[in-house]
């Protein structure tokens, strides 16, 4: 059985910063597409930070480039996300997800394997 587990999640003040960590198992995705994605209260769920398999490039919603950063560690079939100066604005429940494939995508539909997902919440 495949399961995604993140951890990592808190209340933290605006311009703090959170590190978030997915632990996979039940198979290995090195080389796949992984990527973070968001929800937050009354709001559909949307893409964060990625980083592709085939390639490692990461690509990141522009609302947060420059202050979260995506990163893996293969040989812990693990994906991080380093949070930096946080905004009340970045509340919401963080989703870590694994793609089938090896390409960059944004696209939910192209991730099949979803954590639990883990709460993160920003104080103003």
């Known amino acids: 059985q495949v399961r995604l587990v993140e951890s990592g999640g808190g209340l933290v003040q605006a311009g703090g910063s959170l590190g978030l960590s997915c632990a996979a198992s039940g198979r290995s995705f090195s080389g796949h597409t992984v990527a973070w994605f968001r929800q937050a209260p009354g709001r559909e769920r949307e893409f964060v930070a990625g980083?592709?398999?085939?390639?490692?490039?990461?690509y990141y919603t522009d609302s947060v480039k420059g202050r979260f950063t995506i990163s893996r560690d293969n040989a812990k079939n693990s994906v991080y996300l380093q949070m930096n100066s946080l905004k009340p604005e970045d509340t919401a429940v963080y989703y870590c997800?694994?793609?089938?494939?090896?390409?960059?995508?944004?696209?939910?539909?192209?991730?099949?394997?979803w954590g639990q997902g883990t709460q993160v919440t920003v104080s103003s």
């Open positions: 997800a694994a793609a089938s494939g090896v390409y960059a995508t944004r696209r939910e539909s192209d991730y099949h394997y």
């Open positions: 980083l592709s398999g085939r390639d490692s490039i990461t």
